[in-house]
């Protein structure tokens, strides 16, 4: 029976369990025995789909890039302004996912690899806020530092154990001051 069901398992689904468990219990919970117990499936499941532990990291962190990094920047390149788009990335990085993003940023503390991906995640952010301050007129000799505030400052609301109604007020108010 393991063997069908190893079979039927991809490898996303390890990697969407694992970001399951990384948002709700930490990195810690990332390891083979607990991932296949979650999954009901035996430990060997996990090297059938992942040559070894950092491959299985590298694919729970792309997936969470292009999950709230790229999904989301696709998301807001629909709407029609610079402000706009602005607005709806702070709010939308406030969202839902606000657990993962502070599981995986408590992992980059204790991962050099891992902080080396968040800060290739920052980096990649920065530059496509940056982007919209330039189309919105900001001065140049501004705009980068405007970014790296604008940035720092949705990464600290998102950062804050709250589940208050203030954050989205607070990133409408945030991108106003930069504006």
Known sequence: MDA???????????????????????HNALTANRLASVLGVSRGSFYWHFRNVDDFESGVLARWRERVT???????ERLATATERLEALVRTSLSAEARLERAVRSW???????????????AKRIDYIRQ?????GVDQGDVDIKALILYWASIGMIMR???????????????????
Do not use: C, N
Request: aromatic share 4%; hydrophobic share 45%; net charge negative.
């Open 132 to 136: 919209q301050l330039i189309a919105i």
């Open 4 to 26: 069908l069901v190893t079979e039927r398992l991809s490898r996303g689904d390890w990697i969407a369990v694992a970001l399951r468990e990384l948002a709700e219990h930490g």
């Open 70 to 76: 790229d999904g989301t920047i696709e998301k807001v």
């Open 161 to 179: 154990p709250t589940t208050d109604s203030t954050k989205s007020v607070a990133a409408d108010t945030v991108v106003r001051l930069f504006t």
């Open 108 to 122: 980059a503390m204790d991962s050099p690899t891992v902080a080396k991906f968040v800060s290739g995640v920052d």
